[in-house]
């Protein structure tokens, strides 16, 4: 479907990393809570919302499009797999062919016996150090099933780090960086780093906001002012990546309401420009998916 309104390209509907994180925070299953936050952001514009969380990180696409019936607002399904330690098992063993036969039968015909099919490829990431062994056999196989079906990917990195590493890969294997969005670059901090990468050719996601105990939210202000005095805005996409139930509003968090009722403010008043928001949130994801038509 072609997308209408406003996008968010990096969050979790449910999501449930409380196992290996052994915190039980880290399961985000709060349908009521989550909906009537989404209801909110459906009266600021939001129309769409990319939910990044695949295979192994508690994707649950009925729970999804039991919310998205309940909002209003279209949730677009990923595939793939995430980082370690948080792949399953059979991905230690499998060949990267067969990795990316899950990726395009859940493209191509659907999820968990659904008829939902996948949209995006990701969040595929990499560890903090390096990417290992097992998260590239996971690249290789995004690469494989982007190839196949077109579908964009959308990459995951820790702290922000090994964005250059990661396009590498892409690069090697000829993969249009205008399908490719490296996320969570925000939390390095480092706007010489972001620039590389947006001159390389992807994508770099500011997908961390609000999220000032990583990286204060000034400093994604100032990033982003450059960024936009170099003409660059439309390598550029926002989201929150609430994944905690403490990031919800009914558990005292910020909430998703916070990237409207604060950060846009903040970011307008300290000079920059309402129309490169508009870019950001709409034509941006557009293009990254593919829809060159405009909506009316
Ligand atoms: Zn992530």
New binding site residues.
């Given amino acids: 479907m072609l997308l209408d309104g406003y996008t968010l390209m ?1 969050e979790h509907i449910r999501i449930d990393l409380s196992k290996q994180k052994n915190n039980t925070d880290c399961l985000l299953d709060c349908k009521d809570e989550t909906v009537a936050e989404f209801k909110k952001l459906y009266a600021k514009g939001i129309r769409n919302i990319t939910d ?1 969380t695949n295979i192994g990180m508690g994707r649950d696409v009925s729970y999804i499009s039991s919310v998205s019936r309940a909002t209003g607002i279209n949730i677009l399904c990923a595939t793939g797999f995430y980082k370690e330690p948080f792949l399953p098992d059979y991905i230690y063993s499998y060949n990267e062919k067969q990795i990316a036969e899950i990726m395009i039968k859940e493209i191509t015909e659907g999820i968990d016996g659904t008829d939902i099919k996948a949209q995006i490829i990701g ?1 595929i ?1 990499s560890s903090k150090e390096c990417i290992t062994d097992a998260e590239k056999k996971v690249f290789n196989a995004a690469v494989i099933a982007h190839k196949e079906t077109g579908t964009p990917i959308t990459t ?1 990195t820790t702290l922000g780090l090994l964005g250059l590493e990661q396009i590498e890969i892409f690069k090697k294997q000829d993969i249009d960086l205008n399908k490719v969005i490296i ?2 670059v925000d939390l390095t901090g480092d706007i010489s780093y972001i620039l590389k990468i947006i001159d390389a050719g992807a994508y770099v996601e500011f997908d961390t906001i609000g999220k000032n105990n990583y990286l204060n939210d000034s400093i994604r202000i100032d990033m982003l002012k450059e960024i936009e005095k170099r003409h660059l805005i439309d390598r550029v996409l926002f989201s929150m ?1 609430i994944t905690r139930k403490s990031n919800m509003e009914y558990k005292g968090g910020i909430g998703y309401s916070y990237l409207f009722d604060s950060f846009f403010n903040e970011l307008t008043e300290q000079g920059f420009s309402q129309t490169s928001i508009e870019k950001i949130l709409k034509d941006n994801p557009r293009t990254y998916y593919g829809q060159t038509g405009k909506n009316t």
Avoid: I, R
Wanted: hydrophobic residues 10%; proline residues 0%.
């Fill in positions: 990096h990044v969040e990431g995951h996320g969570h990546d």
